[in-house]
Each structure stands twice: as structure tokens, then as C-alpha cells.
């Protein structure tokens, strides 16, 4: 499979996690070919995948960057390391998208988020529009976390039962817009790629 003729595309890296992704992982690649992206601009993370799944998308899917790690690393250490190989590039793409292996990019996507960032040409990091394959709208935001809510829990099992114990919200409502929670470390290496200029894409 080849990228279409779509300039948009050119200007984008993409970074896919994977983890025993299956056909899904494919699915997800080939929406991205169809948006315009070269296969040597789209990342693929795999955390030691035992489903067949890359050597699948291979024999499908021609040209692409594919990092192996040999065990299951995590996703935030996973996109650390697309991140770094895509800011490392002798040219660099303008953008950048993380893209979830379970997603498909919609026809216009990435025209849609060119468009927004060449009009807030401040913006710097922008988060699409999530929906189920039926259409329905999937909630894709949730309270940012401070640090005593990524640190706490991990040791709320070793508190005496007589202490209250605290639920940490996973999501807000959707009458607020706030930002995606996501992990810490994901957190510090978005920031220290923007600051290698440039603009960040979350499909997550």
C-alpha cells in the first residue's frame, strides 16, 4: 500500500504503540497511508508484540520505521521513543501525531489540524476529536493530574484501613473541556518535544 498524493500528509510524523495490536495495528497504518503520510514518517513502537501483528503490517505495508523492544515497556516509554527517533530525523516533519493503535484517521484529519494550527499559529499541542465506529462521540478528556494523584495510590494499599481512602477521578464531565490526563513522563517528553519546535497531535 502507497500514501496518496496528499501534500498534508508530507508535513506529519506519526507514532504508533503497539501491543499485540492484531489486524487492528493494519487498520490503523493503512488510514494513515491514505492521509498522505510517507511509511518512513510513521513510527511504529512495538513492546514485544507476540500476535503476529508486525509481521503482518510488514508484509502489507512497505517502507515503515519500526522500533522492537523486547519486552512489554510501557506506552509512555513506547511514544518516548518515537517521539525521539521522529525530532532526531535529518528534517524533522512540522508535525507530529500520536496515534492510539486501535484509531483510524478520518478522511481530512490532518488537512483539519494543519488548518487549526496555521490558524493559532501559538498553538502547540491540539487533541482530536474521538468517536466509536458507530459514530457516537467517546469522551477524550479527563481532569489533569497533579502529582499527589499519580504518586498516592501506589501506596494507598499499604495505609491502615482505618484511613479514608481516596478514589481518584479517571474522567471529568463534558461540560468542562480540560485537558487529557495522561502520565507524567508523557507529560515532561511532549514538553521537551515542542521545545525541539515542533507541533503536537494527540489521537489517543
Do not use: W
Not at 523492544?69 to 509512555?76: E, L, P, T, V
Not at 474521538?130 to 498516592?152: K, N
Amino acid at each position: 500500500m502507497t500514501a496518496s498524493a496528499n501534500s498534508v500528509g508530507a508535513r506529519f510524523s506519526v507514532v504508533i504503540a503497539n501491543y499485540n495490536g492484531g489486524a487492528m495495528l493494519e487498520e490503523c497504518v493503512c488510514s494513515v497511508v491514505r492521509e498522505g503520510v510517507p511509511a518512513a514518517r510513521i513510527i511504529i513502537v512495538d513492546n514485544g508484540s507476540q500476535d503476529g501483528s508486525i509481521d503482518n503490517l510488514q508484509r502489507n505495508v512497505d517502507g515503515l520505521s519500526i522500533i522492537h523492544n523486547s519486552c512489554n515497556a510501557g506506552f509512555a516509554k513506547a511514544v518516548n521513543q518515537g517521539i525521539n527517533l521522529a525530532v532526531s530525523a535529518a528534517s524533522p516533519s512540522e508535525f507530529l501525531l500520536l496515534l492510539n493503535n486501535d484509531a483510524q484517521l478520518e478522511p481530512g484529519a490532518l488537512q483539519a489540524f494543519a488548518a487549526g494550527f496555521g490558524t493559532l499559529p501559538n498553538l502547540a499541542i491540539a487533541g482530536g476529536q474521538l468517536r466509536y465506529p458507530g459514530g457516537r462521540l467517546q469522551s477524550a478528556f479527563a481532569p489533569f493530574p497533579s502529582v499527589a494523584e499519580e504518586i498516592l495510590p501506589r501506596f494507598e494499599r499499604h495505609l491502615p484501613r482505618s484511613l479514608p481512602q481516596k478514589n481518584y477521578p479517571a474522567e471529568s464531565d463534558r461540560s468542562r473541556v480540560r485537558p487529557r490526563r495522561m502520565p507524567l513522563r508523557s507529560q515532561f517528553h511532549l514538553a521537551r518535544a515542542r521545545i525541539a519546535g515542533r507541533r503536537l497531535l494527540l489521537f489517543l
